[in-house]
Each structure stands twice: as C-alpha cells, then as structure tokens.
C-alpha cells in the first residue's frame, strides 16, 4: 500500500544516501496498486515520457477527489509515478491545477540526482494528469 504524502516526506527527511533515496523511490512504485492491463493503452499513455509511463484520472466515487492510477515499465520511474499519485490523488481538479510535481522532487532534494529526460517525464505526468482532471470535473 502507497502510503500518503506526508508520509513519504517525512521518509525522505530521514534518507541522506542518494543511493539509498532512489532505493526508496523505487520501493514506492512497487506499493502501487496494479494496474489492469486494459488500462496500458495508448489513450493512458504520458507523452514525453522516456519510458512508458500510463496515468489514468478518475472520480473517487465517495466525492472525496480524484483517484490518480498508473504504471511504467521501469522501476525507478514507476517510483516517480507513485509520488504524483500520492501528491495529487484526493485533490480536486481546482486543487491539482495548483501543484506542480517538480515542486515535490525539489522538496525532496531530487533535483540533483534527476536527469532532465526525467523531470520532462515528471512534467509531462503532471501535463497529463492537470489535463485529464479538468475533463473528469
């Protein structure tokens, strides 16, 4: 189970090692909740993205927000999938429009230790998922 921004904050405040920060990043992605293969289709699909990355933007059916679900084929990028899923899943599409998930790699301190095909990975997740938010409100 992911476990929720917060949290994940607070973990990374405690992890000095660059190394050992990434080895986080990537226990995050495999607390994922699988994605249905139905979903990895090229509607789902980031563009921009180094390697493939899916995001699908959805109601929560009990009104409390959006429900972000995604996935990637490498491990260390399903990492940075799960932390825009914690930053923006429960938020509503007014409150997603305002956040910026580069904003949360510099809180990290990642911005050191990401290439820039990443962070243009990260900013197109974040394209996609303001996108899609808009046409779910």
């Given at each position: 189970m992911l476990p929720d921004l917060d949290t994940?904050?607070?973990?990374f405040e405690l992890i000095d090692d660059p190394h050992?920060?990434?080895v986080y990043v990537m226990e995050l992605g495999r607390a994922l909740p699988a994605m249905p293969e139905?979903?990895?289709s090229e509607q789902n699909l980031v563009r921009g993205c180094e390697s493939q990355v899916w995001?699908?933007?959805s109601t929560e059916e009990d009104g409390g927000g959006m429900r972000i679900t995604g996935d990637s084929d490498s491990h260390l990028v399903k990492g940075f999938?799960?932390?825009?899923?914690a930053l923006y899943s429960g938020k509503t599409p007014e409150e997603a429009a305002k956040l910026?998930?580069?904003?949360?790699l510099k809180q990290l301190n990642f911005g050191a230790?990401?290439?820039?095909?990443?962070?243009n990975g990260v900013r197109a997740m974040v394209e996609k998922i303001q996108?899609?938010?808009s046409r779910v409100s």
């Open positions: 994940i904050i607070d973990n050992e920060q990434l139905a979903w990895k995001l699908v933007v999938v799960a932390l825009m899923v910026n998930g580069l904003d949360l230790h990401v290439t820039s095909k990443r962070s996108r899609d938010a």
